[in-house]
């Protein structure tokens, strides 16, 4: 229980990410959470979800309230948290209209389409007093919490390669304006954040990046990529004895049944893992009531990751201090029989997943000053990754990552992409029309992604 009031929420978009994802999340932590209001700028007839559906007390609370007023949700003084989870190039907007009423903001990802975007919200947060927060869930999916708790126990030694995979089957186009040549639109936009906020959060800022982004399928626009490499370079340092390689990959056209999540190589041992945590299909499936599932957020163990390791000779010291499989962990910790003993394979159960985690961080951030798990600082820099790999795409060559306070924050007016919109734009004209009339900026589409 807490002696802190709910926090008054609205929930500004009705696709994949706000009803699949945002909805159940607050519907699931009463006592922290009140989803007040639904807003749905897309007025469309048929618009799954709107107060005409049936269903609609049903997903989103019986007293809950649908709008397709911006503006008038911004204008209620007890709402204090939007959470914005429409498409990526109206984000910017949404989210600085919110800040400038006073609201905390959480953006879903990726949370704005440039860099410079991210760091005039940013900033904007900060001179208005309020909390600005990057809805980067993936970093509670039960393997990525099973790969952190590897590299923070030592179990593979000195990590030198990193390989990160957002991988599908999929020859088809699915309608979507994210296949669309709209900023922030693509694959790499997509999922590209997800993986890159992952590195980041293990390794930190990288010295270089190089990117392939590009379109393999050759259906629909082909300016639009569906098809993603990204290499994050880290050079040695003090606390980094080896250089580290990290791969990030989103391919469309990889056809298995089990898709590669990760591959880690260290001086200790190898983790690889495939298959996907379940969270995401179990709320899709049941909402909020998948929180209440007995096996929610939790992998089958036949995809569970496997570590390879150097087992530990029985005339080892080391051998004696436990059984099989930990005296093969500890064999890795230590690094005392590399050059001896044999090769094994030990499945690695996988942590419980927790997205909850993530808005109950953000409750505790805005109502008792807590540390939020994700800095805005690192949503920042996401931002840039993202942008320098597609700079490294388009150019050709790899790209240095410039120092933390060697970024300058550029006006407004000056910006490129969907941030070229006059900073006095008011919230009645905000709405699907920015996403509308953006898929005919074709100069604007060109600035953003990689053509």
Same mark, same amino acid.
């Given at each position: 229980m807490t002696s802190h009031q709910p926090i008054r929420t609205a929930l500004i978009g009705l696709g994949i990410a706000g009803s699949g994802f945002h909805t159940p999340l607050i519907l699931s932590l009463p006592e922290l959470?009140?989803?007040?209001?639904?807003? /749905?700028? /897309?007025?469309?007839? #048929?618009?799954?979800?709107?107060?005409?559906?049936?269903? !609609?007390?049903? &997903? !989103? $609370?019986?007293?809950? &309230?649908?709008?397709?007023n911006y503006n008038s949700v911004l204008a209620d003084q007890g709402i204090e948290l939007i959470v914005i989870a429409t498409p990526t190039n109206t984000h910017f907007e949404f989210a600085k209209a919110a800040l400038g009423a006073g609201k905390h903001v959480l953006l879903d990802k990726p949370v704005t389409t440039t860099h410079n975007e991210a760091k005039i919200l940013g900033q904007l947060a900060e001179e208005r007093g309020r909390i600005i927060y990057a809805f980067q869930n993936r970093r509670w999916d039960s393997d990525f919490l099973t790969v952190q708790r590897l590299i923070r126990e030592g179990i593979l030694? /000195?990590?030198?390669?990193?390989?990160?995979?957002? *991988?599908?089957?999929? /020859?088809?186009? &699915?309608?979507?304006? &994210?296949?669309?040549?709209?900023?922030? $639109? $693509?694959?790499?936009?997509?999922?590209?954040? #997800?993986?890159? *906020?992952?590195?980041? #959060?293990? !390794?930190g800022r990288p010295t270089s990046v190089t990117g392939f982004i590009q379109n393999i399928r050759g259906t629909g626009d082909l300016s639009v990529d569906d098809d993603f490499t990204v290499i994050l370079h880290y050079a040695r340092t003090d606390k980094r004895p080896t250089v580290l390689t990290a791969i990030l990959r989103g391919h469309l056209l990889s056809l298995r049944k089990n898709q590669l999540r990760y591959s880690i190589r260290g001086s200790h041992g190898t983790f690889s893992k495939y298959g996907i945590d379940p969270q995401e299909e179990q709320l899709k499936q049941h909402g909020a009531a998948a929180f209440a599932l007995s096996d929610f957020a939790i992998e089958s163990p036949d995809i569970w990751g496997t570590l390879e390791t150097i087992s530990t000779p029985p005339s080892s010291s080391a051998s004696s201090t436990s059984g099989d499989d930990n005296g093969s962990e500890s064999s890795a910790q230590t690094g005392n029989n590399h050059s001896s003993g044999s090769i094994v394979s030990i499945p690695i159960e996988s942590e419980r997943g927790r997205y909850q985690d993530l808005y109950m961080n953000l409750f505790a951030t805005i109502r008792t000053n807590a540390t939020p798990a994700i800095q805005w600082s690192e949503a920042e820099l996401t931002m840039l990754i993202t942008e320098l790999a597609i700079q490294s795409s388009k150019e050709g060559r790899t790209v240095q990552v410039p120092p933390a306070d060697a970024v300058p924050l550029l006006k407004e007016t000056s910006m490129d992409s969907s941030s070229t919109r006059k900073a006095t734009t008011s919230p009645r004209r905000l709405g699907w029309s920015l996403f509308r009339s953006s898929v005919h900026r074709k100069g604007d589409t060109e600035s953003t992604r990689m053509a």
């Amino acid at each position: 229980m807490t002696s802190h009031q709910p926090i008054r929420t609205a929930l500004i978009g009705l696709g994949i990410a706000g009803s699949g994802f945002h909805t159940p999340l607050i519907l699931s932590l009463p006592e922290l959470f009140v989803l007040c209001f639904v807003v /749905d700028v /897309d007025t469309s007839p #048929h618009r799954p979800g709107s107060a005409n559906d049936a269903s !609609f007390a049903a &997903k !989103f $609370g019986a007293n809950t &309230k649908f709008t397709s007023n911006y503006n008038s949700v911004l204008a209620d003084q007890g709402i204090e948290l939007i959470v914005i989870a429409t498409p990526t190039n109206t984000h910017f907007e949404f989210a600085k209209a919110a800040l400038g009423a006073g609201k905390h903001v959480l953006l879903d990802k990726p949370v704005t389409t440039t860099h410079n975007e991210a760091k005039i919200l940013g900033q904007l947060a900060e001179e208005r007093g309020r909390i600005i927060y990057a809805f980067q869930n993936r970093r509670w999916d039960s393997d990525f919490l099973t790969v952190q708790r590897l590299i923070r126990e030592g179990i593979l030694g /000195d990590i030198t390669d990193f390989e990160s995979h957002y *991988d599908r089957y999929r /020859d088809y186009l &699915k309608g979507t304006w &994210k296949e669309q040549a709209v900023p922030g $639109g $693509g694959q790499f936009y997509s999922l590209g954040p #997800h993986l890159i *906020d992952q590195a980041l #959060h293990c !390794f930190g800022r990288p010295t270089s990046v190089t990117g392939f982004i590009q379109n393999i399928r050759g259906t629909g626009d082909l300016s639009v990529d569906d098809d993603f490499t990204v290499i994050l370079h880290y050079a040695r340092t003090d606390k980094r004895p080896t250089v580290l390689t990290a791969i990030l990959r989103g391919h469309l056209l990889s056809l298995r049944k089990n898709q590669l999540r990760y591959s880690i190589r260290g001086s200790h041992g190898t983790f690889s893992k495939y298959g996907i945590d379940p969270q995401e299909e179990q709320l899709k499936q049941h909402g909020a009531a998948a929180f209440a599932l007995s096996d929610f957020a939790i992998e089958s163990p036949d995809i569970w990751g496997t570590l390879e390791t150097i087992s530990t000779p029985p005339s080892s010291s080391a051998s004696s201090t436990s059984g099989d499989d930990n005296g093969s962990e500890s064999s890795a910790q230590t690094g005392n029989n590399h050059s001896s003993g044999s090769i094994v394979s030990i499945p690695i159960e996988s942590e419980r997943g927790r997205y909850q985690d993530l808005y109950m961080n953000l409750f505790a951030t805005i109502r008792t000053n807590a540390t939020p798990a994700i800095q805005w600082s690192e949503a920042e820099l996401t931002m840039l990754i993202t942008e320098l790999a597609i700079q490294s795409s388009k150019e050709g060559r790899t790209v240095q990552v410039p120092p933390a306070d060697a970024v300058p924050l550029l006006k407004e007016t000056s910006m490129d992409s969907s941030s070229t919109r006059k900073a006095t734009t008011s919230p009645r004209r905000l709405g699907w029309s920015l996403f509308r009339s953006s898929v005919h900026r074709k100069g604007d589409t060109e600035s953003t992604r990689m053509a």
